[in-house]
């Protein structure tokens, strides 16, 4: 059985930092990556990771504030979140896939974590 178990969520001020980490079970996957989904918003793009770590994408509001990685070994993806803003503050959910390339046909989802970001 495959599984994402995301953690590391909470409430947080505005400027200040969390980590997210994403416990895979049941197989590894290629490329791993992370969405977030507001209240009353569809469920948006944050980042994703290769398996080598060697491309990783932001989307552009979060570039040079978050940082995506992953430790295979443990098979765990990370997502280290810097200068938060209250406009981060979401549902954050782990995605992989077995392939390279992203598609939402074959990826599995954790159940997400909630982060609030407080002004």
């Known amino acids: 059985q495959v599984t994402l178990v995301e953690s590391g969520g909470g409430l947080v001020q505005a400027g200040g930092s969390l980590r997210l980490s994403c416990a895979a079970s049941?197989?590894?996957?290629?490329?791993m990556g992370w969405f977030r989904q507001a209240p009353g918003k569809e469920r948006e793009f944050v980042a994703t990771?290769?398996?080598?770590?060697?491309?990783?994408y932001y989307t552009d509001s979060v570039k040079g504030r978050f940082t995506i990685s992953r430790d295979n070994a443990k098979n765990t993806l990370y997502l280290q979140m810097n200068s938060l803003k209250p406009e981060d503050t979401a549902v954050y959910y782990c995605?992989?896939?077995?392939?390279?390339?992203?598609?939402?046909?074959?990826?599995?989802w954790g159940q997400g974590t909630q982060v609030t970001v407080s002004s």
């Open positions: 995605t992989a896939v077995p392939g390279v390339r992203f598609e939402f046909k074959s990826a599995y």
């Open positions: 049941g197989r590894t996957f290629s490329t």
């Open positions: 990771i290769t398996w080598n770590s060697d491309h990783t």
